[in-house]
């Protein structure tokens, strides 16, 4: 018997505790992907390939990287709804991403010149969204309306996790590139395994649809709102995320308090404490977000919170100002995350076309890729390099804003 998009997701039948697992940890193996590596493995990489101009040379890769992020995604999202395989049509492409994001491991690991480097991470960027576009999709392909606040608070901990595995894991358990980059590939693939060896995807019509690209979704004025509410967003999550490392090096007051020979430790424990409070109020909002049948409010909340904790980093640089403020900005970012799953989940179009719609809506979460080292490069260069305090101001402005916008959005309370 062959399912429509609709009956699919219609709430008759509740997903089952062993999907919910798998999709959970299928999401957080793609967090593990590429947190460790974007947060700390590449701006160390950078360092050891061009000591001198790192912070330019990290964000010249994260750029192209993002550009090719941004097509990968809508390619294979669209690749995924028309796919049909006695496999499923999301789980093939996520394995050919899995592969494909090991063989990027050991390019970056390699890389010996800038351009080599650039190369690694676009082929990793490549592989990722292979892997995450169709996985994103999962979630209205599988789980119906009653469940997706459910679904978003459990798939809303991948990233935490992923943070808390790069700080206590990557950042201080090992030392080594080799012992960094092996630890995480493998880590990766045992997380993924459940999803591509267990879930069965929903059984459909043998003849595809056409496969082609199409912006069709964003005539849609709810799709417009969540699209630049993620976008704004995630611009003020990307340069966080992308200069916190150089953030702490670079900091005078650390240093004096800690020695340069523990930066390595103080990145770990601010890390630490954007996901402990990321995953509270990730599984809070979700939740809560279900039980009274509300959205935005739980968005407009993230964006304060995510803000309050850039303007920390930005006027309390000396310790525990960073602490306090990245707490806080795990928080919104938690808040955020879970609850824009799931508000997203419920405004797309046309569920036939979710992979594709998804792509294009990760597009917000991709150019900030290009957008935020754009930005980092002419702040930095414009403050002479001395701190970074200008860009986490920037950030918090975006935050607020990204927070602010969704109030616009109306098919969803």
């Known amino acids: ?28 193996a793609a967090f593990v992907a590429f947190v460790p590596l974007l947060n700390f493995l590449l701006p160390l990489k950078a360092g050891e390939v061009d000591p001198v101009g790192k912070v330019v040379l990290l964000s010249q890769a994260a750029l192209w990287g993002g550009l090719a992020c941004g097509i990968a995604n809508i390619v294979f999202g669209s690749l995924s709804d028309a796919t049909r395989s006695r496999f499923g049509r999301r789980r093939p492409w996520i394995a050919i991403g899995l592969v494909l994001t090991l063989l990027a491991y050991g390019v970056i690991y390699g890389a010996g010149t800038r351009l080599a480097l650039i190369l690694g991470v676009v082929l990793f960027q490549i592989g990722l969204n292979a892997m995450f576009g169709p996985l994103v999709a999962l979630l209205p392909d599988l789980v119906p309306d009653r469940q997706k606040g459910l679904a978003s608070a459990l798939i809303g901990t991948a990233q935490p996790t992923a943070t808390l595995f790069t700080s206590l894991v990557v950042a201080i358990l090992l030392s080594g590139s080799d012992w960094r980059f092996a630890v995480t590939g493998a880590t990766v693939c045992l997380l993924m395994a459940p999803l591509l060896l267990s879930v069965r995807e929903p059984v459909l019509p043998p003849a595809a649809p056409r496969t082609h690209f199409s912006l069709d979704a964003l005539r849609t004025a709810d799709f417009r709102i969540a699209f630049a509410s993620r976008l704004m967003v995630q611009i003020a999550v990307a340069m966080n995320a992308l200069y916190l490392l150089y953030y702490v090096q670079q900091s005078r007051t650390l240093a004096q308090q800690f020695g340069a020979a523990a930066v390595d430790m103080v990145f770990g424990w601010l890390l630490a404490a954007w996901t402990v409070t990321s995953m509270l109020a990730g599984i809070g909002g979700g939740i809560w977000s279900d039980r009274i049948g509300r959205r935005k409010i739980f968005v407009i909340v993230s964006g304060a919170l995510l803000a309050s904790g850039l303007l920390a980093m930005a006027a309390f640089p000396a310790w525990p100002g960073p602490l306090i403020g990245q707490a806080l900005f795990g928080a919104g970012l938690g808040l955020y995350s879970t609850v824009d799953i799931a508000l997203v989940a419920q405004i797309l179009p046309r569920p036939e076309h979710a992979g594709r719609d998804l792509g294009l809506i990760n597009i917000a979460n991709v150019l900030p890729q290009i957008i935020a080292p754009a930005l980092g ?34 098919g969803v309370r």
């Open 377 to 410: 490069i002419l702040l930095f260069q414009a403050n002479s390099g001395q701190n970074f305090a200008p860009t986490y101001v920037v950030a918090a402005a975006f935050a607020v804003a990204g927070g602010t916008v969704i109030t616009l959005v109306r």
């Open 1 to 28: 018997m062959f399912l429509s998009p609709d009956e699919r997701t219609d709430g008759a039948r509740p997903v089952s505790r062993a999907t919910l697992a798998s999709l959970t940890l299928a999401q957080t």
